[in-house]
């Protein structure tokens, strides 16, 4: 007869000894590899439980949940939405999407429009600053749909107006430089509210990299549950250790569940590894430790 089983996602991240990687992108957003190729290296990394987490784009899920079904691995639904907050720019993670939810189709959609927007002005304001051919050279290292401000970095360090993508950032990319140009992204309640009404769970990417002093890093958290937001990212591969024990005492002290995810964009950059995450401290909640897989029919007797 068949009966249907369900699994704690808890336990196969028990038996495998490895943590769930909670953040990845592919070349759906500004990731160097296919979703496909993604999904395969972190199986040989050993990593059992994954989220394809996009800028702005659900486009690559469906490629990556194939991939995963062929490498008997998880794959979570997701994207890191971008949101305009207090005159900044956050990075919201919804995971779990139903990335068929219309609601969450058409919001995102519009920020891949903004994004189409934005990159054309940036390749204006380069050119007015002596660099010519940058956004049809930014959109030749894309997918053609959507345009990062990596691949504007990717086209500059190619044109050697850097040495690396950083360097890039600093001198032309972040304000006050001459590449760049504000984006007027997401609201907090909106991406929180796509991310919720499509069945998922919307977490803070990163928190560490916003610069928000303790003030501003609770207000943010106070206005992001009042919203319906669950997590915080505490372990990410842009977090240093101390910084993952500051945000694993915000998690704790404002019962926050918290995440873990590697922020990989490809093997370009050896210091971000799949499946090299370290374990959340002590006294978290894990954002999985209630997630559980999709019934599965067996057949016993
Ligand atoms: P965008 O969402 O198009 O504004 O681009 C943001 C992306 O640029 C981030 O997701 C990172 O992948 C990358 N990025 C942002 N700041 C830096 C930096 N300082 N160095 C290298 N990459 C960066
Ligand atoms: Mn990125
Ligand atoms: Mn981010
Ligand atoms: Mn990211």
Redesign the pocket.
Known sequence: MFVSLLCRVSDIIGKMNSIPDLHTHSTAS?GTLSPTELVTRAAVAGVRVMALTD?DTTAGVAEAAAAAHRQGMVLIPGAEI?VTWGGRTIHILGLGLDVTYPALCDGLGRLVAH?QWRAEEIGRVLAKAGIDGAYQGAKALSNGRLI???HF?RFLVQQRRADN??DV??RYLVSGKPGHVA?DWATLEDAVGWIRASGGQAVIAHPARYGLTRTKMCKLIGQFQELGGEGIEVVSGSHSRDEAFVFARYARDNHLLASAGSDY?GPEKPWIQLGALPALPDGCTPIWADWMLEPTLATVG
Request: hydrophobic residues 15%; aromatic residues 8%; charged residues 45%.
């Open positions: 500004d800028h971008s994004r990062s401000r990596t970095a993508e950083r950032f600093k984006g964009h």
